[in-house]
């Protein structure tokens, strides 16, 4: 994902997942080359949608990169929070789609409701591992599994857990979702030329990618990674909620929410805004929304707000979602380790309607970055921004 970023790969493509030749929007971002049989049995990856399954492999990869171990941590100790906005949607569809087959019959799978909730996630990573501490899952639309990541932040500093596996997953390239966001004209449906159709703060913009996939951190006291040489990439900081209280799906057209949410985040972590290098924004590609953010920014920063560098990795790899939070986190956070930051691909045309700031368009950029924000928001008006730190 990472180099792809750096390159300026979109992800987005025709669908495969079923035939898009009815829908308005024949365009998504899906995982590619994923097979389950390379982690799961047969028999097991049957009794899990989707969304579980992204969510159990991606947070396998990030406990095994953390090097977690039994004989290092009290499992007791371990919580998972997990976000989905739309949990098991697949497993929804294609239950009611045989129950209609059927004449109304009603003949559904025991495993049904455990394929479908959107807390079993959390629960089937925890049963994996056997992490007995803090477990379950949090929904707040697109900002799900940032909300996640703050509750994780939280219940670390209130002594609860000492490790926290956070994050969030989603797989809704499905019928029902592409039909419905199209139907609210939220979806860009430059079907012709896929790769282009995310343009976050192009004047062209004709709405977002919708995109699958998981994101998952390993959170962990500083004094408690430390004890057990644990590798740190960066130091959480500070995190920042608000709402809009302004409309179930268009943001407040000044940014009033993005703009608390940021603040707050800066606030909490002892930084002056001028230590602002970076923030991933939260930047769908969407007319309305991709206007009142960098209002906000600028109004928060004043003119510091043109030193910072922007971007939307959205512009590659769709918006997740539910899993959007933690997936743009974690490239926040290999932007600090890694001295660089992705480009928001995709911008040809300037729009004058949007403030002119730094967004990074079309190029990686190499810079050293102390410390940076990452934005995530959701419908219902659900802000939150995530402050990261490089660690010393």
Not at 33 to 60: C, M, T, W
Not at 79 to 101: A, C, H, K, P
Not at 310 to 339: D, Y
């Amino acid at each position: 994902m990472w180099s792809s970023m750096l390159a300026g790969v979109s992800g987005a493509s025709l669908i495969t997942r079923f035939d898009p030749t009815n829908f308005k929007c024949k365009i998504a971002c899906e995982v590619k080359g994923y097979d389950p049989l390379n982690h799961f049995d047969r028999k097991e990856y049957k009794k899990l949608d989707l969304f579980s399954q992204y969510g159990i492999v991606a947070s396998e990869e990030a406990i095994i990169d953390s090097e977690l171990k039994d004989e290092n941590i009290d499992k007791s100790r371990v919580g998972v929070i997990w976000g989905s906005g739309n949990g098991g949607v697949q497993s929804f569809q294609d239950e009611l789609y045989v129950f209609d087959q059927n004449r109304n019959i009603p003949r559904f799978s025991p495993f049904f409701c455990t394929r479908m909730i959107s807390n079993i996630c959390a629960g089937l990573i925890s049963i994996k591992h056997g992490f007995c501490g803090p477990n379950y899952c949090t929904v707040a639309a697109c900002a799900s599994s940032a909300i996640a990541i703050s509750d994780a932040f939280n219940l670390i500093r209130l002594g609860k857990a000492d490790v926290i596996i956070a994050g969030g997953s989603e797989a809704a390239v499905v019928e029902c979702s592409i039909g419905g966001f199209s139907s609210m004209q939220a979806l860009s449906c430059r079907n012709d030329d896929p790769t282009t159709a995310s343009r976050p703060f192009d004047k062209d913009r004709d709405g977002f990618v919708l995109a699958e996939g998981a994101g998952a951190l390993v959170l962990e006291e500083l004094e408690h990674a430390k004890r057990r040489g644990a590798k740190i990439y960066a130091e959480l900081t500070g995190c920042g909620l608000s709402a809009d209280a302004y409309h179930i799906t268009a943001s407040h057209p000044e940014g009033q929410g993005a703009y608390e949410a940021m603040r707050l985040a800066v606030e909490e972590s002892g930084m002056s805004l001028k230590d602002v290098d970076h923030i991933n924004t939260h930047g769908t590609s969407t007319p309305i929304g991709d206007i009142s953010e960098p209002k906000a920014i600028s109004r928060l920063f004043g003119e510091h707000a043109k030193n910072i560098n922007l971007n939307s990795t959205k512009s590659m790899t769709g918006h997740l979602l539910g899993a959007a939070g933690s997936v743009e986190a974690i490239a926040t956070i290999l932007a600090i380790k890694n001295g660089i930051i992705p480009p928001t691909i995709n911008h040809f045309t300037d729009d004058p309607n949007i403030e002119p700031l730094n967004f990074t368009f079309n190029k990686a950029v190499k810079r050293d970055i102390r410390f940076a924000l990452s934005n995530a928001f959701g419908f219902g008006g659900h802000n939150v921004c995530l402050a990261f730190r490089k660690f010393d």
